[in-house]
């Protein structure tokens, strides 16, 4: 196997720190978390006194200043534990850079330290029940009235929406511009007319907490704005490139956890008085999926480099995003025939791996407009 070359000695002892906090705070706990459809806040704080939480965002406002390296630490052992049901990365690298990047300094000094140390839990609002991929046809409102903004609209899908303090709502500040009237206003949701649909019961992902969002008139200070009005679009396609990497970062973790889990099944399953790995095809299959997923591996590594050189450009994200989420969820099907029966039975990884590793195609951004992402950088497309 290739050595990977990204990552210093002190990233692999937070590594290892990483690892034992999945171990003992999380894998046991999954199950039950599972079951109940959302996780334990204390999850959160311990995660937060770890420094497991915002690792990336300034000391001054709770974080601990880290290259994005921990970050993707962070997200290959969450995927290597196979838990499916914390919401930390789109937390602490998604919500968190919005505030840093865009938002004022009242807002970072009021919200950023908090979700540090996971005493408020972060979410962003784009789907609605009529757009999910096309954020251009958003029909939530944030209309200007003196110095403040009354939001109105609905969101689904929401990713930490039932646990959620604060809310980014991509919403609409000029409807007629279309696209280029759209905004990001930060709501918290202790403000009134804002509530809480139901938690969302998915085929996987069971234990992330996924609800619907309702804004009723909800009167937001004009300050909870981040950066300027009718300029969210812009903010978001700049932001899209490292969201779309977390993903293409847990596909690879997740595919080479698969393999490993079924390389150890196979050598210990009989069938027909052998075991399964003495098959030829067994190996020549794992031989196979190992080394899809050696190059999924090699070309993230590379797009890694390229983000810590701000050189990552949204196509070659785009790529990642969509490859290695087809990969993953091609090594995973794979690895289940190789389990037979018992790769349909809950009670093993590979059953939870194969129905979590499915909406890694569909969210942030479905492989389809990745493909017209990719397809329009090479001067194709409408005009």
Same mark, same amino acid.
């Given at each position: 196997?290739?050595?990977?070359?990204?990552?210093?000695?002190?990233?692999?002892?937070?590594?290892?720190?990483?690892?034992?906090?999945?171990?003992?705070?999380?894998?046991?706990?999954?199950?039950?978390?599972?079951?109940?459809?959302?996780?334990?806040?204390?999850?959160?704080?311990?995660?937060?006194?770890?420094?497991?939480?915002?690792?990336?965002?300034?000391?001054?406002?709770?974080?601990?200043?880290?290259?994005?390296?921990?970050?993707?630490?962070?997200?290959?052992?969450?995927?290597?534990?196979?838990?499916?049901?914390?919401?930390?990365?789109?937390?602490?690298?998604?919500?968190?850079?919005?505030?840093?990047?865009?938002?004022?300094?009242?807002?970072?000094?009021?919200? *950023? !330290?908090?979700?540090?140390?996971?005493?408020? #839990?972060? +979410?962003? =609002?784009?789907? &609605?029940?009529?757009?999910?991929?096309?954020?251009?046809?958003?029909?939530?409102?944030?209309?200007?009235?003196?110095?403040?903004?009354?939001?109105?609209?609905?969101?689904?899908?929401?990713?930490?929406?039932?646990?959620?303090?604060?809310?980014?709502?991509?919403?609409?500040?000029?409807?007629?511009?279309?696209?280029?009237?759209?905004?990001?206003?930060?709501?918290?949701?202790?403000?009134?007319?804002?509530?809480?649909?139901?938690?969302?019961?998915?085929?996987?992902?069971?234990?992330?907490?996924?609800?619907?969002?309702?804004?009723?008139?909800?009167?937001?200070?004009?300050?909870?704005?981040?950066?300027?009005?009718?300029?969210?679009?812009?903010?978001?396609?700049?932001? *899209? !490139?490292?969201?779309?990497?977390?993903?293409? #970062?847990? +596909?690879? =973790?997740?595919? &080479?956890?698969?393999?490993?889990?079924?390389?150890?099944?196979?050598?210990?399953?009989?069938?027909?008085?052998?075991?399964?790995?003495?098959?030829?095809?067994?190996?020549?299959?794992?031989?196979?999926?190992?080394?899809?997923?050696?190059?999924?591996?090699?070309?993230?590594?590379?797009?890694?480099?390229?983000?810590?050189?701000?050189?990552?450009?949204?196509?070659?994200?785009?790529?990642?995003?969509?490859?290695?989420?087809?990969?993953?969820?091609?090594?995973?099907?794979?690895?289940?025939?190789?389990?037979?029966?018992?790769?349909?039975?809950?009670?093993?990884?590979?059953?939870?791996?194969?129905?979590?590793?499915?909406?890694?195609?569909?969210?942030?951004?479905?492989?389809?407009?990745?493909?017209?992402?990719?397809?329009?950088?090479?001067?194709?497309?409408?005009?």
């Amino acid at each position: 196997m290739i050595p990977r070359t990204l990552f210093s000695p002190e990233h692999e002892t937070f590594r290892d720190s990483v690892r034992r906090f999945m171990e003992a705070e999380v894998q046991p706990h999954e199950e039950r978390w599972q079951e109940q459809g959302y996780v334990d806040r204390e999850v959160w704080q311990k995660a937060g006194a770890n420094g497991f939480l915002c690792p990336s965002m300034p000391e001054e406002y709770g974080g601990a200043a880290a290259d994005k390296l921990y970050s993707v630490i962070l997200i290959e052992e969450q995927a290597r534990a196979n838990s499916s049901s914390l919401g930390f990365g789109l937390h602490s690298e998604i919500v968190a850079p919005y505030l840093l990047n865009y938002g004022n300094e009242h807002l970072k000094k009021n919200y *950023l !330290p908090k979700m540090a140390v996971g005493e408020m #839990i972060g +979410a962003i =609002a784009m789907s &609605e029940p009529g757009a999910g991929s096309d954020l251009q046809a958003v029909k939530t409102t944030a209309t200007k009235k003196g110095d403040r903004y009354v939001v109105n609209g609905s969101k689904t899908f929401i990713t930490n929406g039932w646990h959620s303090d604060l809310v980014i709502v991509v919403a609409k500040t000029d409807p007629a511009k279309g696209a280029k009237g759209t905004s990001l206003i930060v709501v918290d949701t202790s403000m009134k007319g804002f509530s809480k649909g139901k938690r969302l019961k998915k085929m996987g992902l069971k234990g992330q907490d996924t609800a619907e969002l309702f804004f009723d008139n909800v009167e937001v200070p004009a300050e909870n704005l981040l950066g300027q009005e009718n300029n969210g679009f812009i903010y978001l396609m700049q932001e *899209l !490139p490292w969201e779309r990497m977390q993903i293409a #970062i847990a +596909a690879v =973790a997740k595919a &080479e956890a698969a393999i490993q889990w079924t390389t150890d099944y196979v050598r210990e399953r009989k069938a027909f008085g052998r075991t399964v790995a003495s098959f030829q095809n067994t190996r020549f299959k794992l031989a196979e999926l190992a080394t899809e997923a050696q190059i999924a591996r090699v070309f993230v590594d590379r797009c890694l480099e390229l983000l810590l050189d701000k050189k990552l450009d949204t196509a070659t994200a785009s790529m990642a995003k969509y490859w290695c989420s087809d990969v993953e969820c091609r090594i995973i099907d794979e690895c289940l025939q190789l389990h037979g029966g018992y790769g349909f039975m809950w009670e093993y990884p590979i059953a939870r791996a194969y129905v979590d590793a499915r909406v890694q195609r569909i969210y942030g951004g479905t492989n389809e407009i990745m493909k017209e992402v990719i397809s329009r950088s090479m001067g194709l497309g409408e005009r």
